[in-house]
Every structure is written in C-alpha cells, then in structure tokens.
C-alpha cells in the first residue's frame, strides 16, 4: 500500500521566517510526486516534481525531490502571513488516476 | 487554464433530503473525475472515482447507494447525497483530469461545504 508521511504536522513561525516542510513516501512504480497548497477551500497546485536534485521555484517556494532517498521538501522563505495554510504532498499512482495524500502540514505565520 | 467549478459553494438542508453537488471542468475534457470529502483538520479523503460513461468506482467504506455519482460528460459529474443526515455534513471537493492535462496533475474545484440539519 502505498504511504505518503508528512512533517512536521505543525508549524508556527513569525514573518521573515523560513521554513522547510517534510514529505517521505513508499510507492510502488514512482512516478512524480506533488505539492499543493489548501487554504479554507480546495488545494491549488504548486509542484510537480518528477526528476531528482532539480529544484523547482516559484516565487518564495522551491520544493525539490530526493529519489533516493524517497523524500521531497518544500521550502518558504521569508514568509509571509499570506502562507498560512495547510501545505499536502501528493503522490500519483503508476496510471496517474489515484492520489495518495500525505497528512499535510499546517503552516501558520504570525505577523 | 485548467479550472474545475463546483456548484453549490455552500448548502444547508434538512435531514432526510438529497443534495446534489456539481463538479465541472471548464475549459478541459475530463476523462476522470474525483470526489473526495474532507473533515475539519484532517486531509482528504478519495470517496469515488469516476471515468465519462462507465460506473464510478467506490472506496472501501464508501456506500454507493448514499453518494450516487454520475459521470455523463466529459465535463460533468455530479455527487447526489441521498437521504442526508447530519453525519454527512462535510467539505466535499472534487478534482478532474484529462486528456489535455498532464496524467498525474489532477486540478481541484473550489469545494461544497455541505451542512445538514
């Protein structure tokens, strides 16, 4: 069966800050894995990740995969009160059409 | 490019009656749609996947004859929630992907906050 672990399960920091969130999972046949952000309403993508040790980024998020060692992160910098949310990280079956989500992590910045 | 609406945001209704939920992609055909639903603090939960003109397949756990879900487009799939009950007062969100959409990125309408009386 495969697990996506995410961590910590929570996080409050101060703006400015930078954060780094967790994501280790056990797939069979890995294909990509994904980052989305969900606020009060349903997730917005923010990565895909397919390839090992290149950094995607955007903006003041950069998120990057270790295939090696089954684990992605996702880093904020300087973050903003605008990050707060719960980040997911989400890992596709071999076909693409099943989703296996990660228990997210809540992020809160305080001003 | 790449939206999925839901239709309602938000509804409230009386125990015992059914609710049907919309989900959408505008400007993609979707080959598959996803239903999931979400309690408070928690991640999301895959209730059924449906693919355009077959049956949907249900999650363990999932009874079908409670959450019909009709896949009769390629841009439309509704959940009805039959006979609700408080229980099922829940965000329920659905996702979509395509032929015109990388397979794996499934994109996510903006949810159904669903309260039953």
């Known amino acids: 069966e495969d697990k996506v672990v995410q961590s910590p399960l929570s996080l409050v920091v101060h703006e400015g800050d930078t954060v780094t969130l967790n994501c280790s999972y056990e797939?069979?046949?890995?294909?990509?894995l994904l980052w989305y952000k969900q606020e009060k309403k349903a997730p917005t993508f923010l990565f895909m990740l397919t390839s090992s040790g290149i950094e995607k980024k955007s903006g003041r998020l950069s998120s990057i995969l270790d295939k090696k060692e089954l684990f992605s992160i996702l880093n904020i910098t300087a973050t903003q009160t605008g990050d707060s949310a719960v980040y997911l990280c989400v890992v596709p079956n071999n076909a693409g059409n099943m989703l296996t989500f990660g228990g997210g992590t809540r992020l809160m910045v305080k001003p | 490019g790449a939206v999925v609406s839901q239709h309602p945001s938000r509804v409230i209704c009386k125990s015992g009656t059914s609710v049907k939920i919309e989900c959408r992609s505008l400007?993609?055909?979707?080959?598959?749609m996803f239903w999931y639903r979400q309690f408070p603090k928690q991640s999301l939960m895959l209730m059924a996947t449906s693919n355009e003109g077959s049956k949907a397949t249900y999650e363990q756990g999932v009874e079908k004859d409670k959450f019909l879900i009709n896949h009769a487009s390629l841009t439309l799939s509704t959940l009805t929630v039959t006979s609700a009950h408080p229980e099922d007062s829940s965000f329920y969100i659905c996702?979509?992907?395509?032929?015109?959409?990388?397979?794996?990125?499934?994109?996510f309408g903006p949810g159904t906050r669903l309260l039953v009386l």
């Open positions: 797939v069979t046949n890995f294909r990509s």
């Open positions: 996702s979509a992907s395509g032929r015109s959409t990388k397979a794996e990125t499934q994109y």
């Open positions: 400007d993609f055909q979707a080959t598959t």
